[in-house]
């Protein structure tokens, strides 16, 4: 799946709502790619950001959906909603620091700003292995190569 279900603490019913905010937030700070079949069914996405965004990085894209999706999350479930702001956010920055860079850093290293970014990234399982997720990876991988700059992909699986 694009969302992990361990980030909704097992509570899948939560998943559609928390995609539905990476999209959104995608779509105003980044390019959300879509594979679409022959009848027009989404088969695959890939959410990148480019150099100088990132999923959380404006206010903008935090009021397009995950605004909604911490308030749901703080009423359907309180302590998922502290564990996300308490340990998942601030362990993933720090992840992100210490093997990525930072913005503080004096000599400007921070790869996951400076680059190409894929945050999201999914194929319908019995679809794989057909050349989509390829595609949608190769968007990413052709733009950072126009600009001669890498290409970062975050993965919880």
């Not at 749901?72 to 920055?93: G, M, N, R």
């Not at 620091?97 to 000599?107: N, R, V």
């Amino acid at each position: 799946d694009a969302v992990s279900v361990a980030t909704v603490g097992g509570r899948g019913n939560l998943c559609p709502q928390m995609y539905r905010a990476i999209v959104r937030a995608t779509v105003v700070g980044g390019e959300m790619h879509v594979a679409v079949d022959a009848t027009g069914d989404v088969v695959g996405t890939a959410a990148w950001f480019p150099p100088g965004s990132d999923l959380f990085s404006s206010e903008e894209q935090n009021a397009q959906g995950f605004t909604e999706f911490f308030e749901l999350i703080q009423k359907v479930d309180p302590d998922l909603h502290s564990w996300w702001f308490s340990t998942l956010l601030p362990e993933h920055a720090a992840i992100c620091a210490k093997y990525l860079g930072t913005e503080e850093d004096p000599e400007g290293k921070n790869f996951k700003m400076n680059n190409w970014n894929l945050f999201s990234f999914s194929v319908v399982p019995e679809l794989r292995r057909r050349g989509i997720g390829t595609r949608l990876l190769k968007i990413g991988e052709d733009k950072a190569s126009l600009t001669h700059i890498s290409k970062c992909m975050e993965s919880d699986s």
